[in-house]
T-cell receptor
Framework: GENVEQHPSTLSVQEGDSAVIKCTYS??????FPWYKQELGKRPQLIID?????GEKKDQRIAVTLNKTAKHFSLHITETQPEDSAVYFC???????????FGQGTRLTINP | ETGVTQTPRHLVMGMTNKKSLKCEQH?????MYWYKQSAKKPLELMFV???????ENNSVPSRFSPECPNSSHLFLHLHTLQPEDSALYLC??????????????FGPGTRLTVL
């Protein structure tokens, strides 16, 4: 079936350290993998995305890697800051990008 | 108004009430979505519309009835809801289905409480 698994569900890191969140997906035909950040009381917002023809993408302190063979992708945040504290969701496209299926979310806390 | 807007932002209703949620997008998108966000299932897709046509119903109970009169507006009609339907209902829009990898833009959500 259509499934996206996300780990860990909670993550706590010291300010300045790196954070890594991992997701696996079930459909080998999935070709679009966005990551959303949702701050408390706010709407989810896209922070980075990657397509299946690329193995890695970076935008300042955040990067995403994709392993199509293993059907998993990861979000990497370096030099974490307090404002990085939020819930992060991964997603994968299904049915030819007709829809996105989201992971269960990771609550990231940055400790000063 | 820009982006995706939703009204009302908060709604409290009894189990016998009928109410509607409204979503409007000002982005010129062709696809619109309803999601349910709760502690149990953080982002659960409910319905997908593409060019006003429903293309996905994720086994949603019939007490939730969507309506998409045009590509800019999406409604969710609610009737005889249950307390477990209490959640944040998020609307989203994207450029269009069939285009690989379209970013979905979310509205602020409607916080629904069913008594």
């Amino acid at each position: 079936g259509e499934n996206v698994e996300q780990h860990p569900s909670t993550l706590s890191v010291q300010e300045g350290d790196s954070a890594v969140i991992k997701c696996t997906y079930s459909d080998s035909a999935s070709n679009y993998f966005p990551w959303y950040k949702q701050e408390l009381g706010k709407r989810p917002q896209l922070i980075i995305d990657i397509r299946s023809n690329v193995g890695e993408k970076k935008d300042q302190r955040i990067a995403v890697t994709l392993n199509k063979t293993a059907k998993h992708f990861s979000l990497h945040i370096t030099e974490t800051q307090p404002e990085d504290s939020a819930v992060y969701f991964c997603a994968a496209s299904f049915q030819g990008a007709q829809k996105l299926v989201f992971g269960q979310g990771t609550r990231l806390t940055i400790n000063p | 108004e820009t982006g995706v807007t939703q009204t009302p932002r908060h709604l409290v209703m009894g189990m016998t009430n009928k109410k509607s949620l409204k979503c409007e997008q000002h982005l010129g998108h062709n696809a619109m979505y309803w999601y349910k966000q709760s502690a149990k299932k953080p982002l659960e897709l409910m319905f997908v519309y593409n060019f006003k046509e429903q293309t996905e119903n994720n086994s949603v109970p019939s007490r939730f009835s969507p309506e998409c009169p045009n590509s800019s507006h999406l409604f969710l009609h609610l009737h005889t809801l249950q307390p477990e339907d209490s959640a944040l209902y998020l609307c989203a829009s994207s450029g269009g289905i069939g285009l690989a990898g379209n970013e979905q833009f979310f509205g602020p959500g409607t916080r629904l409480t069913v008594l």
